[in-house]
């Protein structure tokens, strides 16, 4: 059953063509994921397909009934982002519609209410469209990729690794393209060299003949050079006509002298002993200590609130019972982006704390997508996606040799995410980071430190090391009882909003004393 049509559809910002697509449809159970660039119009696309802008040309033939659950902003303080996603997505769900549009609905969840949200949308009958930087969502739900590129929306089959994986078969084809292209390009000028140089000797008659011979080759020799001279013109023909390939672009090597280098490698450069957290009266977790070794990647994961910025903190100001190597130099990265003069360009603020030569800077930025004279733009003029990798490429060309990262990863999109994943990989130094990014961390981590029911664990691992060892023990099953009775209390309040009653009121009482037990336990 066709649920959507789209023909011909056009969509501008100015004058500026943002999206040319000719022909989009949407199919019972579709399950779609709209990925691209920051800025590349998937929020307007997909703004146009819930009917709640009109196209600048084409039409949107809706067929079936559907919700739109928009880019969330946390305008209650008292409701965490997992909140009010949860009573958004019940509400829209509740309502039976054929049809979901779904703008980035993982903002402002941490990784227990993103994996709430993948089963919610697993079980639920219907189709959808969904805009993610979330790769590991976007591989869990999905089975329709539609990439929008240069303006125009290409679609793929299978979920964003399908995606990929079609991706980088594209490239190596393009590549095989462009090595026959060079091939057949190099012979044909050979070729015209060739004919060129034998049509300028056949004009010269051969020695050692009489005038009256020479006299009757002159017409010969003229014939054959115009032939040979046509031949050379159909030569340069084809060349001109040869349809060109261009060359697959690769990222250059990343390799950097980081300080202190030889001394701090594989070596205990930052203590942790006897700390706990806590915010005025509140324990965030309870006394731990651990150690980090020069070079490690180490993950900080956990539920919001649970203290992980904390910890990052007391890293940074050294608190008591925090000791530091004198090898380790530490940068910061912070979501308030202060690290950045916005009256200067992207270049001069990069350059300005780092002893890098600018070649190596500039690669640096290019592998980041700032080209040629992108670097001179002033940081005032960027969006805020462009602003965070600025931050980043300074942060990472210092004179440091540890990178201390709160949420890198919000603001970029996945083309950004992954350029800072290859960086990253390629770092010598050590990295301690704060994410709910499942995939960011599966790339990048080689230990995860856990921050949960107020106390911190260290797992000796990569990530998906820690998935599968992970025990599906009472905390786990308390874990998802406690999101069930999340979901069960939304779905209540939502009723009782509607059609109030003493029996809906007892229900979310029951519910209430239930959740307090368990938190409680």
């Known amino acids: 059953m066709m649920l959507l049509e789209a023909h011909n559809l056009k969509l501008y910002i100015k004058d500026r063509l943002l999206i040319d697509a000719e022909r ?41 009934t559907y919700e739109l ?54 079980n639920w009958q219907g189709a959808f469209v969904l805009i993610s930087h979330d790769r590991a969502f ?7 990729i539609w990439e929008i590129h240069d303006g125009h929306v290409k679609i793929y089959k299978g979920n964003y690794s399908d995606y990929v994986n079609q991706k980088e078969l594209e490239q190596q ?24 140089k034998k049509a300028e000797k056949a004009t010269k008659a051969p020695k050692k003949v009489n005038q009256a011979e020479e006299k009757k080759a002159k017409p010969y020799f003229a014939k054959k050079q115009k032939k040979l001279q046509q031949t050379a013109k159909a030569m340069e023909t084809r060349l001109e ?37 806590t915010i005025g009266d509140r324990t965030l977790w309870k006394k731990v200590s651990f150690h980090v070794r020069g070079g490690d990647k180490l993950a900080i994961i956990g539920p919001n609130g649970s203290g992980k910025t904390t910890l990052v903190k007391k890293i940074i100001h050294q608190d008591d019972d925090i000791s530091i190597s004198p090898s380790m130099k ?18 001069e603020n990069v350059r300005s704390t780092s002893k890098q030569e600018e070649t190596f800077i500039r690669t640096v930025l290019a592998r980041l997508h700032f080209f040629r004279e992108d670097v001179y733009k002033l940081v005032g003029v960027l969006s805020g996606g462009e602003r965070v990798k600025v931050a980043l490429a300074k942060l990472f060309v210092s004179d440091i040799n540890t990178l201390i990262m709160d949420e890198p990863t919000n603001f970029l999109d996945i083309e950004a995410v992954e350029a800072l994943e290859s960086l990253l990989k390629e770092y010598a130094g050590t990295i301690i980071f704060v994410t709910h990014d499942r995939r ?53 309040l939502s009723r009782l909003s509607i059609e109030p009653s003493e029996e809906l009121e007892k229900e979310f009482q029951k519910l209430l004393a239930e959740k307090r037990k368990l938190e409680k336990k």
Request: hydrophobic share 35%.
């Open 173 to 196: 084809q393009q590549t095989l393209a462009y090595e026959k292209y060079v091939q057949k390009k190099r012979q044909l000028e050979e070729a015209l060299k060739l004919k060129e």
């Open 440 to 492: 960011f961390t599966q790339n990048i981590a080689t230990r995860i430190l856990t921050i949960e029911n107020k106390k911190i664990s260290l797992f000796e691992g990569t990530y998906d090391e820690y998935k599968q060892d992970e025990p599906q023990d009472q905390r786990n099953v308390e874990k998802d009882m406690q999101l069930l009775l999340e979901t069960k209390i939304t779905e209540v």
């Open 69 to 122: 659950i928009p880019q969330l902003k946390q305008t209650e303080t008292s409701k965490s982002g997992g909140e009010v996603t949860q009573e958004y997505l019940n509400e829209a769900i509740s309502k039976n519609p054929a049809m979901l549009f779904l703008d980035e609905p993982t903002t402002h969840l941490d990784t227990n209410h993103i994996e709430w949200l993948e089963k919610k949308l697993i």
């Open 330 to 347: 530490i940068g910061y990265f912070s979501q308030n982006l202060n690290i950045l003069d916005r009256e200067k360009s992207i270049l």
């Open 241 to 277: 006509k040869l349809e060109k390939v261009e060359k697959v672009k690769e990222d250059p090597p990343i390799k950097m002298n980081l300080p202190n280098e030889e001394t701090f490698k594989d070596k205990i450069v930052l203590r942790v002993k006897d700390v706990t957290g």
């Open 24 to 64: 989009l449809q949407i199919e019972k159970n579709d399950r779609i994921g709209l990925v691209g660039r920051n800025g590349s119009g998937k929020t307007t696309l997909l703004m146009t397909l819930a009917g709640e802008k009109v196209p600048d040309e084409g039409t949107v033939k809706l067929n079936a």
């Open 138 to 144: 976007l591989d869990a739900l999905c089975t329709v």
